[in-house]
């Protein structure tokens, strides 16, 4: 009996393990131009590894699996998102993005008198009223996840602690 659950996890983890895994990071700009210059704005989004492909970049649609900001009171999140840009350097690290709510793939635009907002790897763009508010250049972090295997293995480890204990009894 003891057999078929080692098995069995060792199954389960190495199925899990093989899944794509997110990739997330923070980010935060500080605004420089604007009615509310010198507010800063924080953030993260959060990719599939799957979209991950060293020295290309993807423009499409659905490239975030979460997203979040806060501006101005409202609550932004990966369904505010439209197309994007994610673009990756010959060991896969994220070098390029592009994305937003008035987007098509590979290009956004901010207009004034609208709720248009935009983040890129050169600046932060919304649209406050009349003003377009402009921030520096954006930091962003990657966030760390761990990964399945190592809490496949920790699980696993769990797992057979028990059976290890009966046996020395």
């Not at 998102?81 to 008035?102: H, I, K, Q, R, T």
């Amino acid at each position: 009996m003891q057999k078929m659950w080692i098995a069995a996890a060792v199954l389960w983890g190495a199925s899990w393990g093989a899944q794509a895994t997110p990739v997330s990071y923070d980010f935060s700009a500080n605004v420089t131009a604007g009615a509310l210059s010198g507010s800063t704005v924080n953030g993260f989004f959060t990719f599939d590894s799957s979209s991950v492909l060293p020295s290309q970049s993807i423009d499409a649609t659905g490239l975030l699996t979460d997203f979040g900001f806060n501006w101005g009171g409202v609550a932004y999140t990966a369904a505010n998102v439209g197309a994007g840009y994610l673009s990756f350097d010959a060991s896969g690290a994220l070098e390029d993005f592009l994305f937003g709510n008035s987007c098509v793939a590979g290009s956004c635009s901010v207009v004034n008198n609208g709720q248009d907002w935009m983040l890129a790897s050169y600046s932060f763009s919304f649209a406050e009223g009349s003003d377009v508010l402009f921030s520096d250049a954006p930091s962003f972090s990657l966030h760390n996840v761990p990964e399945p295997s190592s809490v496949v293995l920790l699980g696993l480890a769990l797992a057979l602690l028990p059976m290890v204990r009966k046996k020395k009894s």
